[in-house]
């Protein structure tokens, strides 16, 4: 019901920045949260920064300081601003569009953006 298209990965130098957009359509009233994952090659994929229906982040420790999650309801949009960027960094980040509870919608993904922070 919700789908989600992603933009802004790309190729970066260490100490860059890059703004990550997801665009949302669909049933957008039924979304509880919003979240931005990561996945390495070989690794698991991993939370980087949620943000809730009512204004409320949360950030993993390794981006604390210099990942900003934000909303612009007017456009359905959630973005992932990152700054300082390290090559451990680099992961393809997936978009994340999480349920009100007790609903019994499915979890909504994005198809996922490379991000590649050079050294």
């Known amino acids: 019901q919700v789908q989600l298209v992603e933009s802004g990965g790309g190729l970066v130098q260490a100490g860059g920045s890059l703004r990550l957009s997801c665009a949302a359509s669909?049933?957008?009233?039924?979304?509880?949260?919003w979240g931005w994952y990561r996945q390495a090659p070989g690794k698991q994929r991993e939370m980087v920064a949620t943000i809730t229906s009512s204004g409320g982040t949360r950030y993993a420790d390794s981006v604390k300081g210099r990942f900003t999650i934000s909303r612009d309801s007017a456009r359905n949009t959630v973005y992932l601003q990152m700054s300082a960027l390290k090559p451990e960094d680099t992961a393809v980040y997936y978009c994340n569009a999480e349920p009100l509870p007790g609903l019994d919608d499915p979890d909504s993904w994005g198809q996922g953006t490379q991000v590649t922070v050079s050294s």
């Open positions: 669909g049933s957008i009233f039924s979304i509880g949260a």
